[in-house]
């Protein structure tokens, strides 16, 4: 099969990648020069793990190349952005692009899929209309669907071929026929259902995951006032056999599970009352966390705090939509000086962790990076002007903190 790629970013690129190396004639397309300048050297712009050697090696055997804009192929694959307005509703100005850039090329027996995480109704309200300016007619003369990406940055060639792939068609054999173009790649299930289901199983996905976190953030501000340890409550809890309560911490951030749910809220708003009400939840955690830094400081004079970690999520270098980063905004504008130590961050936040905590008179733990565990505590201790410590993630071994000397407060329980 030729199949023709749209948007070769942290899905697209992967994705045209794998196809490539497993017997397919593939083009990607991007709007970005630069993304189609390294690709004619075989090379990536972005960071994952071993997506370089794929790419080099597709590119090397001559069955991956880049073009400014589509060309005939038999598939085409749409994975360009679809981020989050001010006014939190999905911007599709990319989907529309992209799906108008197909036209010209659109052929009878074609396969059109979009990946993109879209709101429910795309592929038909959106897709659909501009793609039958062909005079070909979706599910009749060319197959058209959604098939949802659900891989993690950092193991997205993993799990490209072991995930279970949803293939949601307009018509049963649209399903069918989306379904082929994955097999050569796809060991896990792949899972037919219909566009509008398959677009709503993604968001659910996520929103499943916010509203989650969402109780478990609001337990731990019930908990706080109560005078209970959240983390003791949430274990005996999960003792109980039909309990998982997840952890709290200092908000939701990536450009996934923070961005997500408001798809949902958008299409239904009187009814996405829970949904909306979580993001809200998780929203208001960096000024909840951040007014808690501010009452541990009261009685300090131009406190200076250090905080460790700033991406979204511990072991990436992801500052999108992060919570820490907001908290270090908050207290900044409350009129403390904030440092930041994240090594995932080396260019703007990396240097030196021991200048990065001299005089400070608070560490706050923001996200549990592995390396963090080993945090040289004594020596930290004895550059700092007071020795306290604000983990907002559980992480810190709080016997190891109070053997060096120092306060050690807990998110979700002090
Ligand atoms: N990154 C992830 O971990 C992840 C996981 C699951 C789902 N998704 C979803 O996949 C989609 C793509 O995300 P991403 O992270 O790959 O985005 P990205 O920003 O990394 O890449 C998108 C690429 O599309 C290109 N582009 C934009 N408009 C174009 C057009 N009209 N024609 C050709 N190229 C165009 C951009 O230049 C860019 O290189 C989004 O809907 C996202 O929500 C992402």
């Given amino acids: ?63 991956l190349c880049g073009s400014e804009v589509p060309v005939e192929a038999d598939a085409f694959i749409i994975a360009v952005p679809t981020p989050i307005t001010a006014a939190k509703t999905a911007k599709m100005d990319y989907v529309k692009a992209a799906t108008e850039s197909i036209l010209p090329v659109l052929r009878k027996g074609n396969v059109v899929i979009l990946e993109s995480t879209s709101p429910v109704g795309t592929v038909e309200e959106l897709m659909l209309p501009i793609l039958e300016r062909s005079g070909l007619k979706a599910g009749v003369d060319f197959a058209l669907g959604h098939s949802p990406e659900r891989v993690i940055p950092g193991s997205i060639l993993y799990e490209l071929v072991h995930n279970s792939r949803i293939a949601g068609g307009l018509t049963p054999a649209c399903a069918e026929k989306i379904a082929a173009v994955y097999k050569c790649f796809v060991e896990g299930e792949i899972l037919l259902s219909d566009a509008r289901t398959a677009e709503m199983a993604k968001l659910t996905e996520n929103t499943f995951r916010d509203v989650n976190i969402a109780f478990a953030n609001e337990m731990a501000q019930i908990c706080e006032n109560l005078g209970i340890n959240t983390w003791e ?12 309560i997840l952890q709290p911490g200092p908000g939701v951030g990536g450009h996934c599970i923070a961005v997500d749910p408001w798809f949902i809220v958008e299409k239904q708003p009187e009814t996405a009352k829970l949904i909306h009400t979580s993001r809200l939840i998780n929203d208001a955690r960096p000024t909840q966390v951040a007014t808690k830094v501010l009452s541990y400081l009261e009685h300090v004079s131009d406190p200076q705090v250090t905080v460790l970690g700033v991406t979204y999520k511990p072991d990436v270098d992801d500052l999108r939509e992060s919570p820490v980063l907001e908290i270090v905004t908050l207290l900044t504008a409350a009129g403390v000086s904030v440092r930041v130590y994240d090594p995932f961050v080396s260019d703007k936040f990396g240097g030196d962790l021991m200048k990065a905590v001299t005089g400070s008179d608070l560490l706050v733990l923001g996200v549990h990076h592995s390396q963090f565990k080993q945090l040289p505590l004594a020596e930290i201790g004895a550059v700092m002007r007071s020795k306290q410590i604000y983990d907002t993630r559980r992480f810190i071994d709080e016997e190891a903190a109070q053997a060096a000397g120092f306060t050690y407060y807990l998110l979700g329980r002090d």
């Avoid at 749209?6 to 993304?35: C, E, R, S, W």
């Avoid at 409550?233 to 998982?244: D, F, K």
């Fill in 233 to 244: 409550l949430i274990r005996l809890c999960n003792m109980h056999p039909r309990v998982n």
């Fill in 1 to 63: 099969m030729k199949i023709c790629v749209v948007g070769l970013g942290y899905i697209g690129l992967p994705t045209a990648a794998m196809f490539a190396t497993h017997g397919h004639q593939v083009v990607g397309v991007d709007k970005n020069p630069k993304v189609l300048e390294a690709l004619s050297r075989g090379e990536i712009i972005i960071e994952e793990k071993d997506l370089d050697k794929l790419v080099k090696q597709a590119v090397t055997d001559g069955s």
